[in-house]
């Protein structure tokens, strides 16, 4: 970015990471988070920032790939809903207690991960994207199958499982700050990314793959790190939220339509930008909810989705952030 | 013995037909490089055609192919100036996400419409009995069908001034548009004429097996696979990557269950194109 010509920016330096505004505004949001539904005890209120904070995570994480690296992930619900997996089965069936399984599970799906990402690197493009779907369709199939697992029947959890965290009613308050967390590091990683070198050289294959790699970008490293990377934060997330419910099946832990939603998230709050999917998906989780309770648009919440996607796509391909950088240019030295 | 010819004459009929809805996908890939992702949709819409037009209007089933053909040509070129012709120009990704979103929007009308169960289309069709093993006339005529439409895009493409035309954009758009070639109305007419192509090929699977909604998705993945086997933009390679699509997965009914299927069809997806980047069966070009 050439802001000297501007002169508003002539120190090449960077700034210390807690003199910058972002950081600080990040922390502002979590914090928000935090107290908002203590304040008064507010169940409705927190229940519904989880599900924010879920969709946070999901498309911050998502952005990596989608945003930084330009490639389309289809199947990025797989690592939400095998972390959910491996942490509900470790806890059921092991003993194990809830830190040791969302960590197992986190280092799990990210090697995992790794392991497709470095099979599935040499793929560019749309073949990349195409892969990515048929990772969710192996991964639904084999889990399917897995007898251990419950097939298609799924997991439960007894009620006693709460009982570690001082009750049933204490144990949500315990898994939402968890989740928070969750949010906060995936916002952290997010900056941390596209502050890096590594994020350099993805936003560098987002914009012209071929100048990237004769520019000594390794691409296909790079690519299988972003996917494994990106892969961490939201198994952790699948484990807290399937510990939540207790319960675990295919067609909840491997719902597409989450993937989809995340996508629609990452575009419509911008893509690439940190603010966008953290509004994003605030937004939409304001509007689902708006849709769910309505009558007549309760069975059209795919078509309502797809509608908003193609209308980002044509008419605003920046997204909310593309926009208010467009109205404000110098939002872009404080919200990345 | 006999039943391995019998698996392989069933997997070449079926897989014909997956060949004519893989070409609906490499022409529109090969002529205007654009990955189709409302390909899934398209299938299930002529599908869902089908079951209208014959249980409907009560249209006799074959009858209902030409109307499909004809009905999916304008959709296409419909969809092409809502959904693809801002994106000409812009980076591939903002063509896969505005084909996804169409396909959002077609599954989710489906869905709220007729759910996601099973439907049939009763096609009473006498089958040809071999020994102990008898074809079903569905699939033979499927097939049969599959080479009429084959050869008709062929004629087409090889022997009109308009094929010409499309086989012009596809090897080069600028020169194309420099010899007065209306590029923009030959990339609308491409992709009617593959919407057209995925819409028939929907249909004639309806008369084979029951369908859902949802089922486009399998049958998107098993066009992908197919054009990874023919190489991009290769109408004959499709056909042929589709007899050999359809003989895998009769060979991998025998050994696994079905669920597997598309997982197998996956892996063959990733490791052709690894191998194969060209595709396998990409000895011509158009």
């Known amino acids: 970015m050439n802001t000297a010509a501007t002169g ?16 600080w505004i990040m922390a502002l949001v979590i914090a928000a988070f935090v107290a908002a539904p203590l304040i008064g005890d507010n169940v409705e209120l927190r229940e519904s920032l989880l599900l924010a904070a879920v969709y946070i995570t999901l498309a911050s994480n998502l952005n990596l790939m989608l945003g930084y690296a330009g490639y389309i992930n289809f199947g990025s619900i797989v690592f939400f809903g095998l972390g959910g997996y491996i942490s509900v089965y470790l806890i059921s069936a092991l003993n194990w207690p809830l830190a040791a399984a969302e960590l197992a599970a986190g280092i799990a799906v990210s090697l995992l991960a790794l392991v497709f990402g470095l099979g599935i690197l040499r793929l560019r493009g749309a073949f990349f994207a195409l892969a990515t779907s048929g990772i969710n369709e192996g991964v639904q199939a084999f889990v399917a199958n897995f007898e251990p697992w419950g097939g298609s029947a799924g997991l439960y959890l007894p009620t006693t499982i709460f009982a570690p965290l001082g009750g049933p009613m204490r144990a949500l308050w315990v898994i939402y700050f968890l989740l928070v967390a969750v949010m906060g590091a995936s916002l952290y990683l997010s900056y941390a990314v596209k502050t890096s070198k590594f994020g350099l050289g993805l936003m560098a294959i987002g914009q012209n793959e071929d100048a990237a790699v004769v520019l000594g970008v390794p691409a296909p490293l790079y690519k299988a790190l ?42 419509l709050g911008g893509r690439g930008t940190i603010t966008g999917a953290a509004i994003g998906a605030y937004l939409y989780e304001e509007l689902r909810g708006f849709l769910l309770t309505s009558q007549t648009f309760s069975n059209f919440q ?24 467009g109205r404000w240019p110098r939002m872009k030295q404080v919200l990345e | 013995m006999l039943g391995i010819i019998a698996l392989i004459i ?49 249209i006799a089933p074959y009858a209902a192919l030409p109307l499909i053909l004809v009905g999916g040509f304008f959709v296409g070129v419909g969809l092409y100036w809502i959904a693809v012709h801002r994106m000409i120009g812009r980076p591939p990704l903002m063509i896969l996400l505005s084909t996804f979103s169409v396909n959002l929007v077609v599954i989710g009308l489906g869905t709220a419409v007729w759910g996601t169960g099973l439907f049939n289309v009763q096609v009473s069709l006498p089958g040809i009995t071999w020994q102990r093993y008898t074809f079903s006339g569905t699939h033979i005529l499927a097939a049969v ?16 001034r308009l094929g010409k035309a499309v086989r012009a954009v596809a090897n080069n758009r600028e020169a194309a548009e420099l010899s007065g070639i209306p590029t923009t109305r030959v990339l609308s007419l491409s992709f009617g004429l593959g919407v057209a192509l995925a819409g028939a090929a929907g249909m004639l699977i309806a008369t084979m097996f029951p369908f859902t909604v949802l089922a486009g998705d399998a ?22 990557g589709g007899v050999a699509l359809g003989l895998v997965e009769g060979f991998a009914a025998q050994f696994m269950p079905v669920s597997w299927t598309l997982v197998i069809e996956f892996v063959l997806f990733v490791v052709v194109l690894i191998i194969f980047p060209r595709g396998v069966f990409a000895f011509t070009r158009t």
């Open chain 1, 8 to 23: 508003a920016i002539v120190d090449d330096r960077p700034t210390p990471i807690l003199r910058r505004p972002f950081f």
């Open chain 1, 226 to 267: 972003a996917y494994s990377l990106s892969a961490f934060l939201p198994a952790l997330a699948g484990g807290l939220y399937f510990f939540k419910s207790a319960f675990i099946q295919p067609a909840d832990a491997f719902d597409l339509g989450l993937s989809t939603e995340a996508m629609v998230i990452v575009m």
């Open chain 1, 302 to 325: 795919l078509v309502v989705s797809g509608v908003l996607l193609l209308v980002i796509v044509l008419f605003v391909p920046g997204g909310l952030m593309g926009w208010i950088y």
């Open chain 2, 10 to 58: 069933d997997g070449v009929l079926i897989g014909s037909v997956y060949g004519l809805a893989a070409m609906g996908l490499t022409l529109i890939w090969g002529v205007m490089n654009v990955v189709n992702l409302t390909h899934g949709a398209a299938i299930v819409a002529g599908m869902f055609a089908l079951y209208l037009l014959t249980s409907g209007l009560g």
């Open chain 2, 145 to 160: 069908l599959t080479a009429v439409i084959a050869g008709s895009l062929y004629l087409f493409l090889y022997h009109t």
């Open chain 2, 219 to 240: 049958y998107q993945l098993k066009s992908f696979v197919v054009t990874a086997l023919g190489g991009l933009g290769n109408p004959a390679g499709a056909l042929l």
